[in-house]
């Protein structure tokens, strides 16, 4: 048995910087947390056959029109987000809906934050990710390419 063919290999940052791809998202009629599921893996580079778990090897994602994006049941109502000053008294709820209306680029940044890793890699990976509330983006100078998010699994 050959054991040279059974040897994991490990993509180095370099060769991962050379592989990242600009891809852009619209948002509209989509569905927040299936969206931003497939997002976060687009961020990781899980559909790569080069995914190296411990690099920084996932696409850049831009997303346009997160104003439009669609909430499912009673979540804009009920999905309350609490932060906490510090102080007694101090803690502090907003609804989902109100973020959403308020600023849907914090709203989506939030969510595809929550399902990255919890480590010093997801602070780098965030970074990758563009959110605008309109159809106007920044990212024309990298020709990103248009996917359909439903034609990925």
């Known amino acids: 048995m050959d ?3 059974y040897k994991t290999i490990s993509v180095s940052k370099e060769e991962a910087q050379k592989k990242k791809e600009w891809v852009l998202i619209d948002a509209t009629d989509l569905v927040l947390g299936r969206m931003c599921s497939k997002v976060a893996k ?3 580079g899980k559909y790569k ?3 190296t778990p411990n690099q920084d090897c996932g696409d850049n994602v831009v997303i346009i029109n ?3 994006v669609k909430i499912t049941g009673n979540k804009l109502t009920d999905r309350i987000y609490l932060s906490w000053s510090g102080y007694p008294g101090g803690q502090k709820g907003v609804a989902q809906g109100k973020v959403l ?3 849907p680029a914090k709203l989506i940044r939030k969510v595809v934050k929550g399902m990255l890793p919890k480590n010093k890699l997801a602070d780098q990976l965030i ?3 563009y959110v605008y509330a309109g159809n106007e983006h920044k990212q024309e100078a990298q020709q990103p390419k ?3 998010l ?3 699994n």
């Open 101 to 103: 209306n308020d600023n």
């Open 146 to 148: 248009v996917i359909d």
């Open 127 to 129: 970074n990758n990710l």
């Open 49 to 51: 056959p080069c995914f």
């Open 66 to 68: 997160a104003a439009k």
């Open 42 to 44: 687009l961020l990781r």
């Open 150 to 152: 439903n034609a990925i």
């Open 3 to 5: 054991t040279l063919s």
